[in-house]
């Protein structure tokens, strides 16, 4: 079915006056209006038509119309239930949607999409990007790829190397779990309010295994946590201020890590290695 396309300035100001919205930015509402980036979205997707799809804010729309003309059944989670009344009527005719009122950080995922593995596809809300990929990416559900628009310095901190300002603790749990890649990145004027800050569609491809062998994730994202805790501190510093106490000379030694170095030059293998020297230390193994 080709409707009007709604991913337009005029059509968007239309839609949102006609129904008396404002955009919320207390609920990160900024839409997109530029067809172009919609387009590339759903290429950076690689979807074939009967893929299904999570879509986290569908807006008024714009992007999931896009996912729908490529054939694509979507699960669209929408907070904010004025936006749900609106999608009634621009998506009317689209049987291949479902929306579902609620806020996508307590939304059982796994209940609601049926059909695995499914694709995640979205212009997510500035202020909980963290909080979503982080909690998708954990619960280890079926997903296959996360394409997904987020802050331009957002999208850079997930593909850092080792060693530079943008390196943290977001970068190594996405690398963990997915190979990200930044697809293009989009200004503020594609969207409706523009935001103050650049924007970027970052690629996160799921990894079937994780890169680096790891006894425990607990105690991997533990020490991954403490070294990015106090930037400025040494590792071994860092670890003892984490609980790590005495024992942070022998377990680095045994990774064969130099406790003087900062823990964002740290690359995933040898936040694994001291991870397992640290769990081989808590459960009285020698080292
Ligand atoms: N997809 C639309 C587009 O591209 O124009 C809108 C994107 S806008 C950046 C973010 C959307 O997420 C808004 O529709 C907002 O209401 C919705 N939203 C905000 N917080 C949410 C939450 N906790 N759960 C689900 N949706 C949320």
Redesign the pocket.
């Known amino acids: 079915m080709l409707k009007p396309r709604i991913a337009k300035r005029e059509v968007t100001l239309h839609v949102l006056r006609a129904f008396g919205l404002h955009a919320?930015k207390r609920?990160?509402?900024?839409?997109?209006v530029d067809e172009t980036v919609v387009d590339r979205i759903v290429a950076a997707a690689g979807v074939a038509p009967g893929d299904a799809v999570l879509?986290?804010?569908?807006?008024?729309g714009?992007?999931?119309q896009g996912l729908l003309e490529a054939g694509v059944k979507v699960v669209a989670?929408?907070?904010?239930r004025r936006?749900v009344e609106v999608l009634a009527d621009t998506l009317a005719g689209y049987d291949a949607l479902r929306v579902v009122h609620?806020?996508?950080?307590k939304t059982d995922i796994s209940r609601e999409m049926a059909t695995a593995p499914f694709k995640v596809v979205?212009?997510?809300?500035?202020y909980?990007t963290t909080p979503i990929l982080m909690g998708i990416l954990e619960q280890r559900l079926p997903v296959s790829v996360l394409v997904t628009?987020v802050q331009k310095e957002v999208a850079e901190r997930m593909v850092a190397a080792p060693g530079g300002k943008d390196y943290g603790a977001l970068s190594v749990a996405v690398q963990y779990y997915t190979v990200p890649e930044i697809a293009f990145l989009v200004p503020p004027q594609a969207f409706i309010p523009a935001p103050a800050v650049e924007s970027a569609v970052i690629r996160c491809a799921v990894r079937s295994e994780p890169p680096v062998a790891v006894d425990s994730e607990a105690t991997f994202f533990r020490v991954v946590k403490a070294a990015f805790a106090q930037r400025r501190k040494t590792l071994a510093n860092a670890l003892k201020a984490a609980g790590l106490a005495a024992e942070a000379a022998a377990v680095l030694a045994a990774a064969g890590i130099d406790g003087n170095r900062r823990g964002e030059t740290l690359s995933l293998a040898e936040f694994a290695a001291v991870a397992n020297a640290w769990e081989k230390n808590k459960n009285g193994r020698s080292l």
């Open positions: 919320s609920l990160g509402q900024n839409f997109l879509e986290i804010g569908p807006g008024i714009t992007l999931t989670v929408e907070l904010d936006l609620g806020d996508i950080l979205a212009n997510l809300p500035y909980i628009m």
